[in-house]
């Protein structure tokens, strides 16, 4: 079963990592952490299908759920990346309740949607050895899409209502650029309407995520009642580490343990 959704079922918070360094071996490498989910990024970082079946390969064998992000909402891609076995995927961008009904059919074989058929030559369908693949395969899927303008602020309600849609995933960056406040997503204004948006997507019952700033922020938010939250990113992790190491080792006060890395 997709992990993402019996998180949702169990009512467990799923915490989850950003990938943007768009490699297998630091997926991998973060795969070992735990986390309940990493979040494979074609939108903002230099990411190819083949990248991403590299990444898909190495966290294969962890008990994850891969979520995938394409740079738009096309049909083309997200078929592309269900084929080569996501099957959990981030929709940007979402704002109405058309375009939501559109990425689900996206996502299913004909007669419910639009998907183009393969199965013994996709990834998805072990190559062909699961013989209930094109019958069973929309089971496991897992279309959360992106609230991150004032636009999607306003269909809430519709989009979350829309069957296929499993959960809306709140964009702060995209969002708060939106209404205006480019860059200051801590701005009160851009929490304010973050804050409403989590409690309308609940009042909904549909699953909400974000992308959390930090530590506190994502605990805000899972107190909050968010279902999964991206509690950080692989380039931070690996910038902040890299800065702390440095900057402990030049302090007069820099400790040994954080040296010892
Ligand atoms: C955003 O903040 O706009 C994102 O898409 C990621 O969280
Ligand atoms: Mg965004």
Redesign the pocket.
Same mark, same amino acid.
């Given at each position: 079963m997709n992990i993402l959704k019996k998180a949702f079922a169990d009512g467990r918070p799923a915490l989850g990592l950003w990938q943007a360094l768009a490699t297998p071996y630091t997926a991998e490498i973060c795969a070992h952490a735990g986390f309940d989910w990493l979040m494979f990024d074609g939108e903002h970082a230099p990411n190819t299908l083949q990248t991403l079946l590299g990444q898909l390969q190495a966290v294969a064998p962890f008990s994850l759920e891969p979520v995938a992000r394409p740079p738009i909402g096309d049909p083309v891609l997200i078929k592309q990346y269900l084929d080569i076995g996501f099957r959990s995927l981030l929709i &940007?961008m979402v704002d109405s309740a058309d375009q939501a009904q559109r990425l689900v059919a996206a996502t299913r074989f004909p007669p419910a949607g639009i998907r183009g058929v393969a199965s013994a030559t996709s990834r998805a369908s072990g190559f062909g050895s699961r013989p209930d693949y094109l019958a069973r395969t929309h089971e496991d899927i897992c279309l959360i899409v992106?609230i991150?303008s004032r636009a999607a602020l306003e269909n809430i309600e519709a989009i979350a209502a829309v069957p296929g849609v499993d959960a809306l995933f709140i964009? &702060?960056?995209?969002?708060a650029g939106s209404l205006g406040y480019l860059g200051r997503s801590g701005d009160p204004v851009v929490q304010d309407a973050i804050a409403k948006a989590l409690g309308r997507i609940r009042a909904a019952n549909k699953p909400a995520g974000i992308?959390a700033v930090d530590v506190a922020d994502a605990r805000a938010r899972i107190d909050a009642g968010a279902a999964f939250v991206s509690i950080g990113t692989d380039i931070g992790l690996l910038s902040n580490g890299a800065r702390a190491l440095l900057n402990a080792c030049r302090s007069p006060q820099g400790s040994s343990s954080s040296l010892a890395q």
């Open positions: &940007p992106q991150e964009g &702060p960056a995209d969002l992308f």
